[in-house]
């Protein structure tokens, strides 16, 4: 089932989802592109290839409070916290293929790594995702090294794409049937058979093949030495990469009540790995810039058989100092040419 | 009920022993006195709200069927907090989480338990484990380890029960002389190489601070003791306990869900990160 709406109307779709349970596209917020909850005055934008923070938060927000607690005397009791977005059906519109693959990579440590996270997981089954096809790769993007299709999105529900005057959407689940049959009111039939127009290929002529297991005697490769020296440790690579999910959990309250929460965390950060007897087994930015490389690069392909990274380019348009994914697989020596 | 993985139960500390001056053992029930079921070697988090959560080996044995201990030594705020409860205090405990010593591999072989300080907790449930099922087990020798007389915890059973079982000894070191102290001294690796167990049918089980374990492998090597023969349990920084927050990898494998017991046979297929 194809349909279209035009770009005018839009804003009338986007108030009608709204209305059904919480919407999340990516809008303008100052020189940024998130994924934010709809509401009227807004500014939704299509156009931006990709959001500078990644729409994960959509599945796992930045910071979640999951228990309330209360103590009274040596009394100590403990209650789920309502959780926001499980009760009504969510939206998440807008999603580039490259993000929504990391998603897929997120349900291997999320939902099918026994225990299934169920905040999480609750969230994912609730939520219909409209992907949105892109028209032009950034000058960043290289998903097509991971073998993502710009113009195509296997794990969404309805996959939509612009052209022209026209965002046409196809349902590619029953679900993505049913959302589309729910507001056919302001969509029109697609006239003939439409596809999303072809975008170039976007690789930065990485070669993936082999990788993993040719890092695996390369713990100790000098190049490390290398690769981390101008690291400022400030953690925005993870903070902006869709397939970064390290969380923490923190007490916040008083002595009688409070909450317990979990947020979003950094291996780049010292404290992230020291214990309280005061080992650390990652102490420099050393350490910790190999590991979230080879966490990526070998040690995801080795426990889940993916890589985990999908090319989206985020941290090549924000590392301060250069250290992006690109550079880091090209130190690795995983390039098909020599520059 | 959303986050129940993450949900702890309530339980209430019945008993609180201070075993040396910064290590305290807080006996622990619930409902039903045992909290959860479990087997040696897991661990659990424990939590104080507001202060937090922390995960801790379960030193108790599962074969004690009425409640649940915990060895604490005070090193950071939530092991502050714990330190300074009594008796009657409600906390929250989730688990059981990770994998567990192998008993049923261990069956039949003779067994060299070799702990330093705190990293005698974990090996305790086994040690209790094993002696409840005596029989089951051969020869047990307990090499333990802290800096002074003082140190030691866990004085009633290393100095007069494990002892009096029958094919169970225990040899206690201290790292240097003191008063009123007969017994040996010296680091607990150096103290292994004297004792110079043969390693047919034996095997070494280890845990205490990362340096000591480091040592006590190289003297088992040197001892003749294959990797297979070497079993150890690590201690990281842990959040969630179910191989999701991330912070625990050693590699590919998650110490809180592929641990915290390990061969040295796997240890050394790792990247040396712990």
């Known amino acids: 089932m194809t349909k279209y709406i035009t770009s005018e109307r839009l804003p009338e779709l986007w108030a009608r989802l709204a209305d059904r349970g919480p919407l999340y596209l990516p809008v303008n917020e100052g020189t940024a592109v998130a994924f934010r909850a709809w509401e009227e005055g807004k500014e939704v934008n299509l156009e931006a290839v990709n959001s500078t923070v990644s729409p994960k938060e959509i599945f796992l927000p930045a910071w979640e409070t999951y228990l309330k607690f209360e103590r009274a005397g040596k009394k100590l009791a403990l209650a789920p916290a309502d959780a926001n977005g499980l009760a009504r059906p969510v939206t998440a519109f807008g999603l580039r293929p490259c993000d929504l693959r990391a998603i897929e990579l997120l349900d291997l440590v999320f939902v099918e790594q026994d225990p299934p996270d169920e905040l999480y997981t609750r969230r994912r089954k609730n939520t219909t995702i409209v992907a949105l096809a892109c028209s032009q790769p950034d000058p960043f993007c290289f998903c097509t090294a991971f073998g993502i299709e710009p113009t195509d999105a296997p794990g969404a529900d309805v996959l939509a794409w612009k052209t022209g005057n026209r965002l046409f959407m196809e349902a590619r689940t029953p679900r993505g049937e049913d959302w589309l049959e729910e507001n056919s009111r302001l969509l029109q039939e697609a006239e003939g058979v439409e596809k999303p127009p072809p975008v170039e290929s976007a690789d930065f002529g990485l070669a993936l093949e082999g990788l993993p297991e040719n890092l695996k005697g390369r713990f100790e490769d000098p190049i490390w030495d290398q690769i981390y020296r101008s690291c400022l440790g400030c953690g925005i690579c993870t903070y902006i990469c869709p397939t970064c999910y390290c969380f923490d959990i923190q007490d916040y309250g008083h002595q009688e009540q409070g909450e317990r929460f979990r947020c979003w965390d950094s291996c780049q950060f010292s404290h992230y790995t020291l214990t309280a007897g005061g080992n650390n087994p990652r102490p420099t930015r050393k350490e910790r810039v190999r590991n979230r490389f080879l966490h990526k690069l070998q040690f995801y392909p080795e426990r889940y058989e993916e890589f985990g990274c999908v090319g989206c380019g985020r941290c090549l348009r924000s590392c301060p100092v250069g250290i992006d994914m690109v550079s880091v697989i090209r130190a690795l020596g995983g390039e098909t040419v020599a520059r | 009920m959303p986050g129940s993985f993450l949900m702890p139960l309530v339980v209430t500390v019945k008993e609180i022993v201070t075993e040396t001056p910064d290590t305290k053992t807080l006996r622990v029930v619930g409902e039903k006195g045992l909290p959860f079921e479990f087997q040696p070697g897991q661990c659990a988090m424990i939590s104080l709200p507001p202060v937090g959560e922390a995960i801790f080996s379960i030193t108790s044995s599962p074969t004690d069927r009425e409640f649940m201990e915990f060895s604490i030594k005070e090193a950071g705020t939530v092991t502050r ?86 094919d169970t000894r225990v040899h206690l070191t201290v790292d240097a002389k003191f008063e009123g102290w007969e017994g040996h001294v010296g680091f607990v690796p150096s103290y292994l190489t004297e004792l110079a167990f043969p390693p047919e049918n034996r095997m070494a089980i280890t845990c205490g601070p990362p340096v000591m374990i480091k040592f006590v492998l190289q003297a088992l090597e040197e001892l003749k003791f294959s990797p297979e023969q070497v079993i150890t349990t690590l201690e990281m920084r842990m959040k969630c306990g179910v191989g999701k927050c991330g912070r625990c990898n050693i590699g590919s494998l998650y110490v809180c869900k592929d641990g915290p017991v390990f061969t040295r046979a796997q240890l050394d297929a790792l990247p040396d990160e712990y």
């Open chain 2, 81 to 166: 907090a714990l330190h300074r409860i009594t008796p009657g205090q409600q906390l929250g405990l989730r688990g059981p989480y990770g994998n567990s010593f192998p008993v049923e591999s261990l069956r039949g072989k003779d067994l060299l338990f070799i702990g330093g300080g705190i990293g005698l907790a974990p090996l305790r449930s086994l040690i209790n484990y094993c002696l409840e099922k005596r029989a089951e087990y051969g020869q047990i020798d307990i090499i333990y380890g802290a800096r002074s007389p003082g140190d030691l915890i866990r004085k009633e059973e290393i100095n007069r029960i494990w002892p009096s079982v029958p």
